[in-house]
C-alpha cells in the first residue's frame, strides 16, 4: 500500500500562491507517475498537473504558466506550487499515485480557497 498525505492549502487572496505537498510512504517503489487533481463543488475532479518518473510534466491548460509541478526524490514529496491564483481555482486538491492503470492510490485531498 501507498500512503499520501498532503499539506499546504488554505485560504488566499486572488493573485496570492500557495505551494502544496504530497508526501508518499509505504510502498512506493514502481510509482511511475504522480499528479495533483481537484474537485471543486458541483463539478467532476480533474486532473491539475502531473509528472512521471523520469521527470515528463503535465498542466491542465487552465493552469499552465501560473502552476508548477515537482518531485523531491530523497523526500518521496510532490509539490504543487500555485501562482496568480484566481477564485476559479477554489476546490479541494488530491494527490494521486500510480504504479499501474490499476494500482491508483489517493490522498485525502486539501482544500484551496481563493477570495476574490
Known amino acids: 500500500q501507498v500512503q499520501l498525505v498532503e499539506s499546504g492549502g488554505g485560504l488566499v487572496q486572488a493573485g496570492g500562491s500557495l505551494r502544496l505537498s504530497c508526501a508518499a510512504s509505504?510502498?512506493?517503489?514502481?510509482?511511475?507517475?504522480m499528479g495533483w487533481y481537484r474537485q471543486a463543488p458541483g463539478k467532476q475532479r480533474e486532473l491539475v498537473a502531473s509528472i512521471t518518473s523520469s521527470g515528463s510534466t503535465n498542466y491542465a491548460d487552465s493552469v499552465k504558466g501560473r502552476f508548477t509541478i515537482s518531485r523531491d526524490n530523497a523526500k518521496n514529496t510532490v509539490y504543487l506550487q500555485m501562482n496568480s491564483l484566481k477564485p476559479e481555482d477554489t476546490a479541494v486538491y488530491v494527490c494521486n499515485a500510480r504504479k499501474t492503470i490499476v494500482q491508483l492510490y489517493w490522498g485525502q485531498g486539501t482544500q484551496v480557497t481563493v477570495s476574490s
Open positions: 509505504g510502498s512506493i517503489f514502481s510509482i511511475n507517475y
